[in-house]
Each structure stands twice: as structure tokens, then as C-alpha cells.
């Protein structure tokens, strides 16, 4: 008996045309059981009885077609049901689609232009021109680099660094003005330390895409009704949220090897550094892993890195390690555009759970094992006891 259809929809798709199967079985539908005893359940079949049954076990598809799916990600279908039948729904992107096999990484650096403590013998300005020399030499365009505009005025040379940044190409983004916590500041204070960094990016990139906020400590605030308030301020500010999908951490090595450098401690440094390439390794499977189970692909992953000696140091190495795990190189905003980011692109709907983790823990889904580094590291080129 016909009841009422059944409105289906699909969510978080990558773009692209997929092939819709629709195969259904009921009372007498598809249905060899209630043929057999129609026939009256007869001991031995005759040729044609045999055919009947056999063409009712064959699998064959009621519907077969082409659904496209746009930059929102989303399919939505109509199907007719009766009562009991079961209906099995597919949606299938074919596997020579780009996005199905070729993972996207998206770089950013925090914390410009100054992410310390810095080593004896640095500067911003020559970490800076390090890193911009190793993504040119890489080729990888298009690395948003997160500005706390405070340090031009406390420490003035630090200017010479963002000015370096832009020089080679580079975007910037806004990673507020001194990089507070928004738990530990009241939503108007909060809304001055982005706006305030807004003419100091709008002088070193006019009319630039620089509206994207970079949450320093990631910290969205703990209080829903305080983070729903900054979301409306970036919504009206046309502002989008720089979001992290993929991280390993680096910023826990900048303290040792600051240490490690004044202690002149070369085999310190090495452990560093051996460290530091094994997390990174370790953090392309746990986030590849969570967007698999949460989205049956990879999505365009968007890289936190930060602006330290090290990580200057190791970039070369680093950029080689993800072109080895088959990574291409992409934009902040071409990232972005992927469907599993449109709370993020949009911040006037509703905020999602926060990064990779949060929506797994959301849905239930056990996050993979890890290894805390931070233990680790303390123990490498040691502070002195107080």
C-alpha cells in the first residue's frame, strides 16, 4: 500500500556529480518468497517458475541516474515508499574525481610577526625571510599569515618582518591585536582587538582578503551565548573564521629549541627535530582518519603552523613530508570552499562543534590515539630549576 514519500538529504559532500542507485524490496516487490507461494509452493519448479524466481534475486536497480551536488554540499531526493518495503539509497562519487584521491592542505602561520621566545643570533625579520624563501623555493603560494598588530607598536622593527610577508606574495589575516583569550575578555573588548588590527592590514595589503580571524588560542569562547555574539560581529563585519583542521602542535617546540640553542646543545636540537617531523607524520593520519569518519573522504585540510625559529628551520623538510603524503597545496579560502566548512565561511549560522575533534565527540565517534609531545619536550635541553 502506498504511503507517504520520504524526503532524504544528504550533507558535507564535496561538489561534484555522483550516481544515484535506488533498490527496493517489499511484499511482492522484488520479492521471490511471496512469488513462490503464489505459486502455491510447488515441490518442483518448472523452467519458467525457475526464471520467475531467478529474475526477482538479480539485484536490478529501480532507479539509476545522476545527482549534482553544488558548493553547499548538499543532496536532497523524494522517494516513494509502501508499507514494508525496504529501500536502499546510493550516492556514489566515481573515484576518478580529484578531490577523491588527491588530499588538499591549505598552510598558515600564526602569531606573525613575532611567535617567541626567539633563539640567540634571530629576528622576526630573519625568521620571516627564511620561511617566505622556503615557500618560494617550494612554489607554494597563497600561505595566510595571521598578524597581532601590537608588536609593530611595542617593538617597531617587527613591521620590517609583515613588510617582508607581503613582499614575496604572501596574504595576511587577523589574528587580533595582542592575541588575548576570548574567555578572559568581555565581548566589546574583545570586538576592539579585531577592529584593531584592521589598519595595519588594510596599510600592508590594500584592499586585500584579509578578513579572516584566526581565534588565538583557537579559544571561540567556552560561554555559547558569548560566542554566538563574536560569530554576529564577524558576520557583520563580513569577516569569515580561519578554522584548523589539521595540526601537530609545533608551537611546543619553540620554547626547547630557543634552550637548546643557547645551550649549544646540538644533540638536543637533533632530538628536536626528529620529534617534530614524527608529529607532523603523526598528525596527517589522526586528522585524515577524522575526516574519513566523519565525512567518507578527505576534505581540504587547513594547516596551523607558527611563525618560530624552528619551524623555519624545518619547513623545507616539512613541506617535503606532506608532498610525500600526496598532498597539493592550496588557499585558506580554496580550502574553505569544501561544504564541511560552512559555519565557518558563515558565521551567522549557527557555530558547529569546534574543529575535527569536536564534531566526532559530537557524533560519538571515538577520537584515534595520539602521542602527547609536550612531556617529551620539557625534558629536552631542561629549564633550570628555580
Known amino acids: 500500500m502506498p504511503t507517504q514519500p520520504t524526503r532524504l538529504t544528504f550533507r558535507h559532500l564535496a561538489p561534484g556529480t555522483y550516481t544515484l542507485t535506488i533498490r527496493r524490496t517489499g511484499f511482492a516487490h522484488n520479492d521471490p518468497q511471496t512469488a513462490y507461494l503464489r505459486m502455491g509452493s510447488p515441490w518442483k519448479l518448472t523452467e519458467a517458475q525457475i526464471a520467475k524466481l531467478q529474475s526477482l534475486t538479480r539485484d ?53 610577526p613575532l611567535h617567541g621566545p626567539i633563539p640567540e643570533g634571530e629576528t622576526p625579520l630573519s625568521i620571516t625571510e627564511r620561511v617566505v624563501a622556503t615557500l618560494k623555493a617550494a612554489g607554494v603560494k597563497n600561505v595566510m599569515g595571521m598578524i597581532n598588530g601590537r608588536w609593530t607598536a611595542t617593538q617597531p622593527d617587527t613591521l620590517e618582518a609583515l613588510k617582508a610577508w607581503r613582499a614575496a606574495g604572501q596574504p595576511l589575516g587577523n589574528h587580533t591585536w595582542s592575541h588575548p583569550n576570548l574567555n578572559d575578555m568581555p565581548v566589546d573588548k574583545y570586538e576592539q582587538e579585531i577592529a584593531g588590527n584592521e589598519a595595519l592590514l588594510e596599510q600592508l595589503e590594500p584592499g586585500g582578503d584579509w578578513r579572516w580571524l584566526r581565534y588565538p588560542f583557537l579559544s571561540e569562547g567556552d560561554d555559547p551565548a558569548k560566542r554566538s555574539e563574536i560569530r554576529s560581529y564577524l558576520a557583520a563585519h563580513h569577516y569569515k573564521i580561519a578554522d584548523v583542521t589539521m595540526d601537530f602542535g609545533d608551537w611546543q617546540w619553540t620554547a626547547p629549541y630557543a634552550r637548546c640553542v643557547a645551550a649549544h646543545d646540538e644533540m638536543g636540537i637533533a632530538e628536536l627535530k626528529r620529534l617534530y617531523l614524527a608529529a607532523a607524520r603523526e598528525g596527517v593520519t589522526y586528522y585524515r582518519t577524522l575526516s574519513t569518519q566523519l565525512y567518507g573522504r578527505d576534505i581540504p585540510y587547513v594547516l596551523l603552523m607558527h611563525i618560530g625559529a624552528l619551524d623555519s628551520h624545518m619547513l623545507p623538510q616539512l613541506l617535503a613530508l606532506y608532498r610525500e603524503a600526496g598532498f597539493e597545496f592550496v588557499s585558506l579560502p580554496g580550502a574553505e570552499r569544501d561544504p564541511a566548512y560552512r559555519e565557518e565561511t558563515d558565521p551567522s549560522l549557527a557555530a558547529p562543534p569546534r574543529g575535527l575533534e569536536g564534531k566526532a565527540q559530537a557524533r560519538g565517534i571515538s577520537l584515534p590515539s595520539r602521542t602527547n609531545y609536550g612531556p617529551l619536550l620539557e625534558k629536552i635541553c631542561p629549564a633550570p630549576s628555580r
Open 60 to 112: 536490478i536497480p529501480e532507479t539509476k541516474g545522476a545527482v549534482r551536488v553544488g558548493r553547499d554540499g548538499i543532496a536532497t531526493l523524494t522517494v516513494s515508499m509502501r508499507t514494508n518495503d525496504l529501500v536502499l539509497v546510493e550516492l556514489e562519487q566515481p573515484t576518478n574525481t580529484p578531490t577523491a584521491h588527491k588530499p588538499q592542505l591549505a598552510i598558515t602561520f600564526d602569531d606573525l
